[in-house]
Protein backbone atom coordinates (compact mmCIF):
# COMPACT_ATOMS: atom_id res chain seq x y z
CA UNK A 1 0.00 0.00 0.00
CA UNK A 2 2.83 2.34 0.80
CA UNK A 3 4.03 1.73 -2.33
CA UNK A 4 0.89 2.79 -3.84
CA UNK A 5 0.66 5.79 -2.62
CA UNK A 6 3.76 7.05 -3.13
CA UNK A 7 3.26 6.42 -6.45
CA UNK A 8 -0.02 8.44 -6.44
CA UNK A 9 2.21 11.52 -4.50
CA UNK A 10 4.56 11.74 -8.11
CA UNK A 11 1.56 11.40 -10.07
CA UNK A 12 -0.40 14.35 -8.31
CA UNK A 13 2.43 16.43 -8.66
CA UNK A 14 3.59 16.38 -11.89
CA UNK A 15 -0.21 15.09 -13.51
CA UNK A 16 -0.99 18.51 -15.45
CA UNK A 17 2.30 18.31 -16.85
CA UNK A 18 2.38 15.36 -18.06
CA UNK A 19 -1.47 14.46 -19.05
CA UNK A 20 -4.29 16.25 -21.00
CA UNK A 21 -6.81 17.76 -18.84
CA UNK A 22 -9.70 19.54 -18.93
CA UNK A 23 -9.17 23.19 -17.11
CA UNK A 24 -12.14 25.53 -15.37
CA UNK A 25 -11.75 28.10 -13.30
CA UNK A 26 -14.64 27.37 -10.85
CA UNK A 27 -13.69 30.73 -8.37
CA UNK A 28 -11.94 33.76 -8.92
CA UNK A 29 -11.70 34.27 -5.00
CA UNK A 30 -11.98 31.54 -2.32
CA UNK A 31 -11.04 31.36 1.21
CA UNK A 32 -7.29 31.72 0.42
CA UNK A 33 -8.14 35.25 -1.54
CA UNK A 34 -7.40 33.74 -4.58
CA UNK A 35 -8.65 31.39 -7.59
CA UNK A 36 -9.50 27.84 -7.49
CA UNK A 37 -9.25 25.74 -10.72
CA UNK A 38 -10.40 22.39 -11.11
CA UNK A 39 -8.85 20.11 -13.79
CA UNK A 40 -10.78 17.26 -15.01
CA UNK A 41 -9.48 14.03 -16.47
CA UNK A 42 -11.37 10.98 -19.02
CA UNK A 43 -11.70 7.80 -18.13
CA UNK A 44 -7.98 6.78 -19.52
CA UNK A 45 -6.54 9.19 -17.90
CA UNK A 46 -7.90 8.34 -14.81
CA UNK A 47 -6.90 4.97 -15.01
CA UNK A 48 -2.89 6.04 -15.24
CA UNK A 49 -3.43 8.73 -12.57
CA UNK A 50 -5.77 6.94 -10.01
CA UNK A 51 -7.96 10.11 -9.79
CA UNK A 52 -10.57 11.72 -11.28
CA UNK A 53 -10.01 15.63 -10.12
CA UNK A 54 -7.73 17.81 -9.31
CA UNK A 55 -8.73 20.82 -7.19
CA UNK A 56 -5.92 23.49 -7.44
CA UNK A 57 -6.19 26.31 -4.88
CA UNK A 58 -4.05 29.94 -4.03
CA UNK A 59 -3.81 32.43 -2.43
CA UNK A 60 -4.08 36.42 -2.88
CA UNK A 61 -0.62 36.35 -4.50
CA UNK A 62 -1.61 33.37 -6.79
CA UNK A 63 0.61 30.88 -4.74
CA UNK A 64 -0.52 27.61 -4.24
CA UNK A 65 -2.18 26.60 -0.91
CA UNK A 66 -3.43 23.32 -1.63
CA UNK A 67 -3.85 21.12 -4.27
CA UNK A 68 -6.74 18.12 -3.57
CA UNK A 69 -7.70 15.26 -5.23
CA UNK A 70 -10.37 13.20 -5.85
CA UNK A 71 -9.44 9.78 -5.89
CA UNK A 72 -11.28 7.09 -8.34
CA UNK A 73 -13.77 4.36 -7.15
CA UNK A 74 -11.34 1.65 -8.63
CA UNK A 75 -8.48 2.99 -6.49
CA UNK A 76 -10.76 3.11 -3.16
CA UNK A 77 -11.49 -0.31 -3.40
CA UNK A 78 -7.66 -1.32 -3.50
CA UNK A 79 -6.38 1.17 -0.76
CA UNK A 80 -9.25 2.74 1.12
CA UNK A 81 -8.40 6.33 0.31
CA UNK A 82 -11.00 8.42 -1.10
CA UNK A 83 -9.43 12.38 -1.23
CA UNK A 84 -5.68 13.34 -0.83
CA UNK A 85 -4.54 16.85 -0.49
CA UNK A 86 -1.19 18.52 -0.22
CA UNK A 87 -1.10 21.79 1.56
CA UNK A 88 1.92 24.47 1.05
CA UNK A 89 2.79 27.33 2.50
CA UNK A 90 5.07 29.95 0.18
CA UNK A 91 4.91 27.74 -2.13
CA UNK A 92 6.39 24.63 0.36
CA UNK A 93 4.98 21.37 -0.29
CA UNK A 94 3.89 20.81 4.04
CA UNK A 95 2.08 17.37 3.78
CA UNK A 96 -0.88 15.40 3.19
CA UNK A 97 -4.26 14.94 4.66
CA UNK A 98 -5.57 11.54 3.49
CA UNK A 99 -9.52 10.81 3.89
CA UNK A 100 -10.52 7.03 3.80
CA UNK A 101 -13.63 5.16 3.01
CA UNK A 102 -15.84 3.56 5.55
CA UNK A 103 -14.54 -0.13 4.92
CA UNK A 104 -11.05 1.06 6.08
CA UNK A 105 -12.39 2.45 9.04
CA UNK A 106 -13.67 -0.93 10.02
CA UNK A 107 -10.75 -2.35 9.51
CA UNK A 108 -8.20 0.33 10.48
CA UNK A 109 -9.21 2.56 13.27
CA UNK A 110 -8.79 5.68 11.66
CA UNK A 111 -10.40 7.80 8.60
CA UNK A 112 -7.66 10.34 8.54
CA UNK A 113 -4.06 10.44 8.50
CA UNK A 114 -2.15 13.89 8.43
CA UNK A 115 1.89 13.18 7.53
CA UNK A 116 3.97 16.07 7.93
CA UNK A 117 7.03 16.14 5.77
CA UNK A 118 10.67 17.57 5.45
CA UNK A 119 11.89 20.19 3.07
CA UNK A 120 13.17 16.93 0.90
CA UNK A 121 9.55 16.08 0.88
CA UNK A 122 10.04 13.17 3.20
CA UNK A 123 7.70 12.04 5.78
CA UNK A 124 9.03 12.72 9.47
CA UNK A 125 5.67 12.61 11.38
CA UNK A 126 2.25 11.01 11.53
CA UNK A 127 -1.40 11.72 12.96
CA UNK A 128 -3.94 9.47 13.06
CA UNK A 129 -8.06 9.96 13.14
CA UNK A 130 -11.04 9.57 13.81
CA UNK A 131 -13.15 12.31 11.71
CA UNK A 132 -11.49 15.24 14.05
CA UNK A 133 -10.71 13.10 17.07
CA UNK A 134 -6.87 12.72 17.16
CA UNK A 135 -6.05 8.93 18.09
CA UNK A 136 -2.55 8.16 18.13
CA UNK A 137 0.93 10.08 16.51
CA UNK A 138 4.38 9.39 15.48
CA UNK A 139 7.23 11.13 15.25
CA UNK A 140 9.29 8.34 13.80
CA UNK A 141 8.27 7.51 9.85
CA UNK A 142 9.62 3.94 10.32
CA UNK A 143 7.22 3.17 13.20
CA UNK A 144 6.40 -0.35 13.17
CA UNK A 145 2.97 -0.76 14.73
CA UNK A 146 0.51 -1.03 11.96
CA UNK A 147 -3.24 0.42 13.06
CA UNK A 148 -5.94 -2.56 13.05
CA UNK A 149 -9.48 -2.86 14.42
CA UNK A 150 -8.51 -5.57 17.50
CA UNK A 151 -11.40 -7.78 16.19
CA UNK A 152 -10.08 -8.24 12.47
CA UNK A 153 -6.92 -9.40 13.93
CA UNK A 154 -8.63 -11.95 16.64
CA UNK A 155 -10.85 -13.02 12.83
CA UNK A 156 -7.45 -13.66 10.78
CA UNK A 157 -6.13 -15.41 13.31
CA UNK A 158 -9.12 -17.61 14.24
CA UNK A 159 -11.13 -18.03 11.13
CA UNK A 160 -9.26 -21.54 10.79
CA UNK A 161 -9.07 -22.17 14.07
CA UNK A 162 -9.68 -25.91 15.10
CA UNK A 163 -9.00 -27.36 18.74
CA UNK A 164 -6.30 -29.41 19.60
CA UNK A 165 -7.90 -32.32 22.58
CA UNK A 166 -3.88 -33.78 23.39
CA UNK A 167 -2.83 -29.93 24.15
CA UNK A 168 -2.68 -26.28 23.84
CA UNK A 169 -3.31 -24.13 20.34
CA UNK A 170 -0.95 -21.55 20.39
CA UNK A 171 -1.75 -19.38 17.44
CA UNK A 172 1.45 -16.56 16.00
CA UNK A 173 1.31 -14.34 12.42
CA UNK A 174 4.40 -13.38 10.49
CA UNK A 175 1.74 -10.45 8.92
CA UNK A 176 0.56 -9.25 12.29
CA UNK A 177 3.26 -8.69 14.67
CA UNK A 178 2.95 -4.75 15.95
CA UNK A 179 0.09 -3.65 15.91
CA UNK A 180 -2.35 -0.93 18.01
CA UNK A 181 -5.68 -0.66 17.90
CA UNK A 182 -8.44 1.36 19.54
CA UNK A 183 -10.26 -0.03 22.54
CA UNK A 184 -11.86 0.98 25.96
CA UNK A 185 -9.77 0.18 29.55
CA UNK A 186 -12.01 -2.27 31.30
CA UNK A 187 -11.55 -0.76 34.71
CA UNK A 188 -10.41 -3.90 36.96
CA UNK A 189 -6.94 -4.93 37.00
CA UNK A 190 -6.73 -8.60 37.32
CA UNK A 191 -3.68 -10.88 38.80
CA UNK A 192 -2.37 -12.83 35.81
CA UNK A 193 -1.95 -16.69 36.38
CA UNK A 194 0.24 -19.30 35.36
CA UNK A 195 -1.25 -20.12 31.51
CA UNK A 196 -0.95 -16.03 31.16
CA UNK A 197 3.17 -16.56 32.11
CA UNK A 198 2.44 -19.27 29.88
CA UNK A 199 1.32 -17.33 27.20
CA UNK A 200 3.96 -14.32 27.70
CA UNK A 201 6.51 -17.30 27.29
CA UNK A 202 5.68 -18.04 23.99
CA UNK A 203 5.22 -15.12 22.50
CA UNK A 204 8.99 -14.23 23.88
CA UNK A 205 10.24 -16.99 22.63
CA UNK A 206 8.74 -16.54 18.71
CA UNK A 207 9.74 -12.92 19.02
CA UNK A 208 13.75 -13.74 19.55
CA UNK A 209 13.13 -12.12 22.98
CA UNK A 210 14.48 -13.32 26.68
CA UNK A 211 11.20 -13.65 28.96
CA UNK A 212 9.54 -10.67 29.25
CA UNK A 213 7.67 -12.31 32.03
CA UNK A 214 9.04 -10.01 34.72
CA UNK A 215 7.52 -6.95 32.79
CA UNK A 216 3.63 -8.20 33.73
CA UNK A 217 2.17 -9.03 37.24
CA UNK A 218 -1.40 -7.96 35.79
CA UNK A 219 -3.88 -7.88 32.74
CA UNK A 220 -7.08 -5.81 32.43
CA UNK A 221 -10.41 -6.57 29.71
CA UNK A 222 -10.17 -4.39 26.69
CA UNK A 223 -13.40 -3.94 24.68
CA UNK A 224 -14.11 -3.48 21.22
CA UNK A 225 -17.09 -3.95 18.66
CA UNK A 226 -18.75 -6.21 21.72
CA UNK A 227 -16.00 -8.25 22.33
CA UNK A 228 -13.51 -8.28 24.79
CA UNK A 229 -9.57 -9.12 25.14
CA UNK A 230 -7.32 -9.74 27.72
CA UNK A 231 -4.50 -6.87 27.23
CA UNK A 232 -1.16 -7.73 29.99
CA UNK A 233 -0.01 -4.11 31.49
CA UNK A 234 3.28 -3.63 32.37
CA UNK A 235 3.93 -2.84 35.47
CA UNK A 236 4.98 0.51 35.14
CA UNK A 237 1.58 1.55 33.37
CA UNK A 238 -0.72 0.12 36.20
CA UNK A 239 -1.67 3.00 37.60
CA UNK A 240 -2.91 4.56 34.07
CA UNK A 241 -5.01 1.89 33.30
CA UNK A 242 -8.36 3.63 34.18
CA UNK A 243 -11.17 2.46 32.32
CA UNK A 244 -10.45 5.36 29.59
CA UNK A 245 -10.72 5.06 25.65
CA UNK A 246 -7.51 4.68 24.49
CA UNK A 247 -4.88 3.40 21.53
CA UNK A 248 -3.23 0.00 22.47
CA UNK A 249 0.38 -0.86 21.06
CA UNK A 250 0.87 -4.95 22.00
CA UNK A 251 1.96 -7.76 20.50
CA UNK A 252 -1.20 -10.59 19.77
CA UNK A 253 -0.97 -13.76 20.32
CA UNK A 254 -4.03 -16.67 20.04
CA UNK A 255 -3.90 -19.49 22.88
CA UNK A 256 -6.86 -22.19 22.67
CA UNK A 257 -9.08 -20.00 19.88
CA UNK A 258 -9.20 -16.45 21.94
CA UNK A 259 -6.71 -13.75 21.38
CA UNK A 260 -4.52 -12.25 23.95
CA UNK A 261 -2.66 -8.88 23.87
CA UNK A 262 1.16 -8.33 25.32
CA UNK A 263 0.86 -4.37 25.95
CA UNK A 264 3.75 -2.20 25.01
CA UNK A 265 2.11 1.05 25.57
CA UNK A 266 -0.69 3.20 25.29
CA UNK A 267 -2.23 6.29 24.40
CA UNK A 268 -4.98 7.96 26.20
CA UNK A 269 -7.58 9.80 23.38
CA UNK A 270 -9.35 12.49 24.23
CA UNK A 271 -6.30 14.06 26.68
Same mark, same amino acid.
Given at each position: MKRLFYLFFILLFFSHIIYPEQVSL %???? =? &???GRTILRTYDQDEQALLNYSRLF #?? *?? &???? %??? %?? /?IVTEDFTEMTGLQVQVQHYRDTILLGYEKLFADWFFDKHDYNRLIEEVDLAGIIISRMYFHNELLLDFSRDPNDAYEFYNVVYIDDAFHSNYL? =? #???N?? &??? /?? *??? %?? &??IQFGNELIDMDENDFMIIRYLSNYLGFESLEGYYTRKVKVHSNNRSYWFYVQTSLEPFVLGQLATIRYYPIGFNGELHLMGIGFYDIGD
Open positions: %IDDK =N &SFG #EH *YD &SDDR %IVQ %IV /AP =N #ESGVV &SMS /AR *YVR %IR &SV
